[in-house]
């Protein structure tokens, strides 16, 4: 018998290992089968050079839960270990930069997994006894028995074991005995070795007999020892791809295309990615691409290892130049990790611009599901909005398809302002601002839908990145201001007519939550509307971006401004303004008497004070301008007072404000009872 301690410098090697290398304790499982594959692998490799000259026989790794005696073991058939092996080994812990491992990397310990052979010493993190029965491959080989309780110290006995290969039997600790359930080792055996390059067996297949499940005799293999990724996509059928993508998520939808990942330089990749059929909720699909290496489960969280746009796709990536405890430090300084990052996306760019060439109709009819990928990477990453530009589509509300320079041609002789800059128009909702869009293809313009959830994030950047190019919604504006091609048409009714004009329809508008109203007076011509609600494109774009931006927050806490436009030359606003001259002249006139002497009054006096220094004004004379002033403000109180008291009698402006507001859903509840209501008088 052997004795001894492990060949650290500290005594405390098994609560590190507990508390740094592994945030996880389920990875045990993971390490100790990809030494059992790697043991077989390794036999493999000496058959094939000719050093291994036996029967290779049933080389699948097995593993075994016995609850009575709360063991778990993993059986290999591989090249096993001689003493001396278990001493260089085990022993010394890859014996080799471990010496002083807790103060180099006791702050990043992860970084040291996979370089020092340190995997083994995750049995420790469920174990309070480790044994190793193993027989290494070499004629007339000693099987031995390597044990040890979590402490520094070990013993190494000669056994009997008439094969060769390595039993690993883990004494799990009493708060581990999850893993000796058979759903759990299952779970643990698809989430971390479902694709490992050796076949691995966990209990037998079962079949349903007697009214139960019942094991057979036949192995259950938990693996595919070669997956997808592993062959030559020549050698692959796209059927062969959909069933691959249905094995890794068995819910999904069929994906709309798929990118077959092989490169062995500058680095060793390889690989497939699919894109999903998804329209919204992005973050929801995150995680769903799966890292292996050499067929080893790594993690789910790929962040930095894809560009963070591609971590919306599917599918699986391996590489062995990415070790197999990853840490976000590593990935972030790792040069390897950069340029895989770069050939991803070059590789989806290319495959998204050859199918766009060589299939357009394909490319066209799958943009909806595939622009949110596309928005996402042009926002995200720079060299990516330069390769994408020229296979991004548009989508107008007819459900034409154009790329962005096709679109330019088809607008750029009729949608081009007095200042040269092309104007893009756009809806959000056809339903909603159907009459929108009708009064602007009524001029010949042509209105882009966007609806994405992404849309309007790349409408700033395609502002940036298009050469005079505006993007403005059809209900920003009235349409003749949408697009202005000359000086606008002067307002033919008076400055008084203007302000009770307004003042009619300010005063019935009626109070909705978080929307503020501005009414403004156009000469738009007698067959445009007689009044239309319009939207601030600055201000519903900043609201838009709030929900993006965190530091944009504020706006979206504003209330929403719109702009009531009045057609003065419309007949049924000329016809409001000939009712409210008949039935408030009388009562008006004494008072806009009153206010233009106040005003002029008012006028003298500031213009006196003016010629005063500041101190030399008499508090008298300030209170003289001051209650010339409130007078003022008084007459006017009582002329709109007039105004809204005729105006709340006007069916006219009643139906033409709800008219307004309806057209844009914006009324609803009494207010829309209230409409329905008077349209019926008015009919009758």
Same mark, same amino acid.
């Given at each position: 018998?052997?004795?001894?301690?492990?060949?650290?410098?500290?005594?405390?090697?098994?609560?590190?290992?507990?508390?740094?290398?592994?945030?996880?304790?389920?990875?045990?499982?993971?390490?100790?089968?990809?030494?059992?594959?790697d043991?077989?692998?390794?036999?493999?490799?000496l058959?094939?050079?000719?050093?291994?000259?036996?029967?290779?026989?049933d080389?699948?790794?097995?593993?075994q839960a016995?609850?009575?005696?709360?063991?778990?073991?993993?059986?290999?058939?591989?090249i096993?270990?001689?003493?001396?092996?278990?001493?260089?080994?085990i022993?010394?812990?890859?014996?080799?930069?471990?010496?002083?491992?807790?103060?180099?990397?006791?702050?990043?310990?992860?970084?040291i997994?996979?370089?020092?052979?340190?995997g083994?010493?995750?049995?420790f993190?469920?174990?309070?006894?480790?044994?190793?029965?193993?027989?290494?491959?070499?004629?007339?080989?000693?099987?031995?028995?390597?044990?040890c309780?979590?402490?520094?110290?070990?013993?190494?006995?000669?056994?009997?074991k008439?094969?060769?290969?390595?039993?690993?039997?883990?004494?799990?600790?009493?708060?581990c005995?999850?893993?000796?359930?058979?759903?759990?080792?299952?779970?643990?055996?698809?989430?971390?070795?479902k694709?490992?390059?050796?076949?691995?067996?966990?209990?037998?297949?079962?079949?349903?007999?007697?009214?139960?499940?019942?094991?057979?005799?036949?192995?259950?293999?938990?693996?595919?020892?070669?997956?997808?990724w592993?062959?030559?996509?020549?050698?692959?059928?796209?059927?062969?791809?959909?069933?691959?993508?249905?094995?890794?998520?068995?819910?999904?939808?069929?994906p709309?295309?798929?990118?077959?990942?092989n490169?062995?330089?500058?680095?060793?990749?390889?690989?497939?990615?699919y894109?999903?059929?998804?329209?919204?909720?992005?973050?929801?699909?995150?995680?769903?691409?799966?890292?292996?290496?050499?067929?080893?489960?790594?993690?789910?969280?790929?962040?930095?290892?894809?560009?963070?746009f591609?971590?919306?796709?599917?599918?699986?990536i391996?590489s062995p130049?990415?070790?197999?405890?990853?840490?976000?430090?590593?990935?972030?300084?790792?040069?390897?990790?950069?340029?895989?990052?770069?050939?991803?996306?070059?590789?989806?760019?290319d495959?998204?611009?050859?199918?766009?060439?060589?299939?357009?109709?394909?490319?066209?009819?799958?943009?909806?599901?595939?622009?949110?990928?596309?928005?996402?990477?042009?926002?995200s990453?720079?060299d990516?909005?330069?390769?994408?530009?020229?296979?991004? *589509?548009?989508k107008?509300?007819?459900?034409?398809?154009? /790329?962005?320079? %096709? #679109?330019?041609?088809?607008? +750029? @002789?009729?949608q081009?302002?007095?200042?040269?800059?092309?104007v893009?128009?756009?809806?959000?909702?056809?339903?909603?601002?159907?009459?929108?869009?009708?009064?602007?293809?009524?001029?010949?313009?042509?209105?882009?839908?966007?609806?994405?959830?992404?849309?309007?994030?790349?409408?700033g950047l395609?502002?940036?990145k298009?050469?005079?190019?505006?993007?403005?919604?059809?209900?920003?504006?009235?349409?003749?201001r949408?697009?202005?091609?000359?000086?606008?048409?002067?307002?033919?009714?008076?400055?008084?007519?203007?302000?009770q004009?307004?003042?009619?329809?300010?005063?019935?508008?009626?109070?909705?939550?978080?929307?503020?109203?501005?009414?403004?007076?156009?000469? *738009?011509?007698a067959?445009?509307?007689?009044?239309?609600? /319009?939207?601030? %494109? #600055?201000?519903?774009?900043? +609201? @838009?971006?709030?929900?993006?931006?965190?530091?944009?927050?504020?706006?979206?806490?504003?209330p929403?401004?719109?702009?009531?436009?009045?057609n003065?030359?419309h007949?049924?606003?000329?016809?409001?303004?000939?009712?409210?001259?008949?039935?408030c002249?009388?009562?008006?006139?004494?008072?806009?008497?009153?206010?233009?002497?106040?005003?002029?009054?008012?006028?003298?006096?500031?213009q006196?004070?003016g010629?005063?220094?500041?101190?030399?004004?008499?508090?008298?004379?300030?209170?003289?301008?001051?209650?010339?002033?409130?007078?003022?403000?008084?007459?006017?109180?009582?002329?709109n007072?007039?105004?809204?008291?005729?105006?709340?009698?006007?069916d006219?402006?009643?139906?033409?404000?709800?008219?307004?507001?309806?057209?844009?859903?914006?009324?609803?509840?009494?207010?829309l009872?209230?409409?329905?209501?008077r349209?019926?008088?008015?009919?009758?």
């Open positions: 018998m052997q004795k001894g301690n492990i060949g650290v410098t500290t005594e405390n090697i098994f609560p590190v290992i507990k508390k740094f290398l592994y945030s996880d304790h389920e990875i045990f499982l993971r390490e100790m089968v990809s030494n059992a594959v043991a077989t692998q390794k036999l493999k490799t058959a094939e050079r000719g050093e291994f000259k036996g029967d290779l026989g080389l699948t790794v097995r593993i016995d609850a009575d005696k709360g063991t778990l073991t993993i059986s290999d058939r591989g096993g270990m001689t003493a001396e092996e278990i001493d260089k080994y022993n010394q812990i890859a014996f080799s930069g471990v010496t002083d491992f807790l103060d180099k990397y006791k702050d990043n310990a992860n970084a997994i996979g370089h020092f052979g340190l083994f010493y995750s049995a993190m469920v174990s309070k006894k480790v044994e190793i029965v193993t027989r290494s491959y070499q004629d007339d080989a000693q099987a031995v028995k390597w044990s309780d979590g402490s520094p110290a070990y013993e190494i006995d000669e056994t009997d008439s094969d060769r290969g390595s039993d690993i039997i883990l004494y799990l600790s009493d708060d005995k999850e893993f000796l359930e058979k759903q759990r080792i299952q779970e643990l055996l698809n989430k971390y070795c694709f490992m390059s050796v076949p691995i067996a966990f209990g037998k297949k079962t079949e349903w007999k007697d009214g139960k499940q019942v094991d057979t005799e036949e192995d259950n293999i938990i693996n595919d020892s070669e997956p997808m592993t062959k030559a996509p020549s050698s692959l059928t796209d059927e062969d791809y959909k069933t691959f993508y249905r094995k890794l998520y068995p819910m999904q939808d069929e709309l295309f798929w990118i077959h990942l490169v062995d330089f500058p680095f060793n990749l390889t690989g497939i990615l894109f999903p059929r998804i329209k919204s909720n992005i973050d929801l699909q995150r995680n769903k691409i799966q890292l292996y290496c050499n067929q080893v489960f790594v993690t789910d969280q790929v962040e930095g290892i894809v560009p963070e591609l971590t919306l796709l599917h599918g699986v391996d130049d990415i070790p197999l405890n990853v840490s976000r430090s590593y990935l972030q300084s790792d040069a390897n990790v950069k340029k895989i990052s770069t050939y991803i996306t070059k590789k989806v760019a495959r998204l611009n050859s199918i766009f060439k060589d299939n357009r109709k394909e490319y066209e009819d799958k943009w909806d599901d595939l622009k949110i990928f596309i928005h996402y990477g042009m926002l990453q720079e990516f909005y330069d390769r994408a530009k020229d296979f991004t *589509l548009v107008d509300t007819e459900g034409k398809r154009y /790329t962005l320079e %096709e #679109y330019r041609t088809l607008i +750029k @002789d009729n081009t302002d007095k200042d040269d800059t092309l893009y128009l756009y809806a959000s909702n056809i339903e909603d601002q159907y009459t929108y869009i009708e009064a602007a293809k009524e001029k010949g313009y042509n209105v882009l839908l966007l609806d994405g959830d992404l849309d309007m994030p790349l409408v395609l502002e940036q298009l050469e005079k190019s505006r993007f403005t919604r059809v209900d920003a504006d009235i349409i003749e949408l697009i202005v091609k000359e000086d606008q048409k002067e307002n033919t009714l008076t400055e008084a007519q203007t302000d004009l307004s003042q009619a329809f300010r005063s019935q508008i009626p109070t909705i939550e978080k929307a503020n109203f501005y009414v403004e007076v156009q000469s *738009l011509g067959e445009s509307q007689p009044v239309l609600i /319009t939207q601030s %494109e #600055y201000m519903r774009r900043m +609201k @838009d971006m709030s929900r993006y931006q965190s530091g944009m927050a504020f706006y979206g806490q504003m929403d401004s719109y702009s009531m436009v009045l003065s030359d007949p049924l606003i000329q016809r409001v303004l000939d009712e409210e001259a008949t039935q002249a009388d009562s008006l006139k004494p008072i806009l008497a009153d206010i233009k002497g106040l005003e002029a009054r008012l006028a003298v006096l500031r006196e004070q010629k005063k220094k500041a101190e030399e004004v008499t508090q008298e004379e300030k209170d003289d301008v001051s209650n010339t002033q409130k007078s003022i403000d008084e007459q006017k109180e009582k002329k007072q007039i105004i809204a008291d005729y105006a709340k009698g006007s006219v402006i009643h139906q033409l404000i709800d008219l307004a507001l309806l057209q844009n859903g914006m009324l609803k509840g009494a207010g009872a209230a409409f329905l209501k349209s019926v008088d008015l009919i009758k």
